[in-house]
């Protein structure tokens, strides 16, 4: 396992691999790995030769008001999951590699990123672009594995790599939940027990939605007051919003016609949390 803090060593890294003729793959990460992440790196290994691993708290899609620099850290823990699961080298800049004094360029998906958590977080993906494009330009890769539990960021990148001719493939994967159906996320770890209990309600109502649909429910403002309905019941959550919308523009929609997805960030105490599922017509 090779672990690289700088650009330059990236970047001649993934230039000597790509020489040997080697497919390199880029799971980007933001470090306190889980199951969900090493999901990632197992899927980026099926489709490459090589894959590195990025960890980085990204400080530029944070608000002011949020979390990094409480956001858990544990780089040791991070780099043995990550040998375990089969990748061959970390890439851990340090935030003064990446924004160097002087620093002043950004990357911006324009429509995408004003729904869903663009609305209550108008800077966020910005900060993910921008950081995206840099880490891909630093790792060379020719593919690059993203989670579907971030749905629209991985729509939004997808987006971003279209339009701007970007020469790498992009591979969604599936959310990976705990057995009683939590989605994974570093940011369980700040929940209470009994905001965990309570956060349950999260994947149970847009199970119940998903197989309405699956039975002919096409009404999507009926489908999104079942899970309002559903969250609203329990004490500890405070929702941020529940959508349902288009794949492809994330616009809300009315009816389900094609595949669409609902998608909801929910507050347990401090803890902001979110969700998805794809919603296949019958
Ligand atoms: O999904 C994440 O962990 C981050 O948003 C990413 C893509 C690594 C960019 O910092």
Redesign the pocket.
Known sequence: MQIIHSVTEMQRYSDARRRQQQRVAVV???GYLHEGHLSLVRLAKEHADTVIV?I?V?PT?FGPTEDYTTYPRDMERDVKLVTSAGADCVYAPTPEEMYPEGYQTAVRVDKLTQHLCGITRPTHFEG?TT??TK?FNATKPHLAV??EK?FQ?LQVIRRMVRDLDVDIEIIGAPIVREPDGLAMSSRNKYLSAQERTAALVLARSLFEIRNMCAQGESDALKLSRHVWQTISAEPLAKIDYIKICDLETLEDITHIRRDAVAALAVFFGKTRLIDNSILKTA
């Open positions: 980007p990460t933001m990025t980085f990204n899609q993910v950081v995206v880490l993203f989670g971030d960021q």
